[in-house]
């Protein structure tokens, strides 16, 4: 498929760091680059550097009270009495040195992704720094300051693109959901572990949008312990015919890898085998809804050796148009370099079949997330025409 791609990146993301322990941290991203430049993915003419968002920009999906606490916040290095308020000074959400100014690149670095493709100069745009999607009007959410794929989207839509939003993370896309929940022109798809489950508790089938927005939302809860086969059985049921109902111009997704059965945050059990073929298939949708127009972010993933940098990789491999090998190898000098971690980095890029063991449960969990399916299907607008076929 054509059209050029750009990653947008820059060391200075190592500075979004909560605490030295916190499960967000962000080496994961160094990581992800040295893996594509050691398999020759990254060339220097395929990088362009992130920029910090302006007030105004963040001020768009954000009130300008929260701004300034998270701003004076980020000056005083501490919490306040005030802070939780705002959800800062959280077990989440920490207050950190900088923090305005490490979360205002990250959403800078999601709107030059969008700056790119409104301008032509690229049809496909990847910010693994960005996908925080949890962040509210007036609160940090989930490890995230600052939604910059809400910032992204106003943006985009500000420019007249309709906008279709897919989030494959394994935390429901709350914050980008409600920040368009009556707007008709935004499309939101997540895909999440159920709520009953997991944070934040919320993304259920009957969230369907309200007043001119009513049907452009879609949520698919998973059931936990979900694999790889009944994941891609549920893309493939909502996505295609919920874009042909929709006709957005760009497609954007939120591709947290967190649902990867080594996370420790999740019950979900993807390997990255579904990831290298859920990359294939928006890649697919893209040129297929959208003339090609793709932006990705990244988002959640808390394995950060084993299995983020490959996950990653294999996106950005699929948006250049030089997808990994099934068979492909985790580059040598990578592995040699982490040769004492403890379980040991694998070797493959994309997982074996069979990596995965089935649970004697696999076939009751698939059978649950096809009635999820078919309720979906019979009480969303934009799924009517599939109606029956399940």
């Known amino acids: 498929m054509g059209g050029r791609a750009l990653f947008v990146y820059s060391d200075a993301y190592q500075a979004y760091r909560f605490t030295p322990d916190h499960p967000f941290n962000p080496v994961r991203l160094r990581w992800t680059v040295e893996v594509l430049e050691e398999l020759g993915l990254l060339l220097p003419e395929e990088r362009i550097a992130p920029r910090p968002a302006e007030i105004v920009e963040i001020l768009r999906i954000h009130s300008p009270a929260y701004v300034e606490v998270v701003r004076e916040l980020g000056q005083l290095a501490r919490a306040t009495r005030d802070a ?16 305005h100014e490490a ?76 920040a368009f929940y009556s707007d008709p022109d935004v499309l939101t798809v997540s895909f999440h572990e159920s709520g009953r489950y997991l944070f934040p508790g919320t993304g259920w089938v009957e969230d369907l949008g309200t007043g001119p927005g009513y049907g452009s939302v879609i949520n698919l809860p998973l059931e936990p312990f979900t694999d790889d086969e009944s994941w891609l059985e549920l893309l493939d049921g909502v996505l295609d015919p919920a874009l042909s109902a929709f006709r957005p111009d760009v497609l954007v997704t939120e591709f947290g890898v967190d649902g990867h059965l080594l996370d420790p945050l999740t019950d979900l059990r993807a390997s990255t085998r579904f990831y290298w073929h859920a990359a294939a298939r928006l890649h697919s949708l893209a040129h297929r809804h959208c003339a090609g127009r793709w932006l990705a972010v990244g988002g959640g993933g808390y394995e950060l050796l084993r299995v983020v940098p490959r996950a990653w990789s294999i996106l950005w491999a699929e948006m250049r148009g030089t997808p990994v090998p099934e068979d492909g190898l985790l580059p040598a000098g990578f592995r040699a370099r982490h040769a004492e971690a403890k379980p040991p980095v694998p070797a493959w890029m994309v997982d074996p079949v069979g990596t995965v063991p089935p649970l004697d449960r696999q076939r009751e969990i698939s059978g649950r997330n096809r009635a999820t399916l078919a309720k979906l299907r019979h009480i969303s607008p934009l799924l009517a025409e599939t109606r029956g076929n399940t």
């Open 103 to 178: 979360a205002a690149l990250s959403v800078g670095g999601t709107i030059v992704a969008a700056e790119e493709l409104l301008s032509g100069r690229a049809h496909h745009t990847l910010n693994i720094g960005g996908g925080l999607h949890h962040a509210m009007r007036s609160q940090a959410a989930g490890f995230c300051i600052y939604n910059d794929v809400a910032i992204a989207i106003a943006h985009l839509r500000e420019a007249g693109l309709r906008v279709a939003y897919v989030d494959i993370d394994a935390h429901h896309g709350d914050g980008v959901e409600h």
């Open 84 to 99: 939780s308020i705002y959800g800062l000074g959280t077990e989440d959400d920490p207050v950190f040195p900088g923090m």
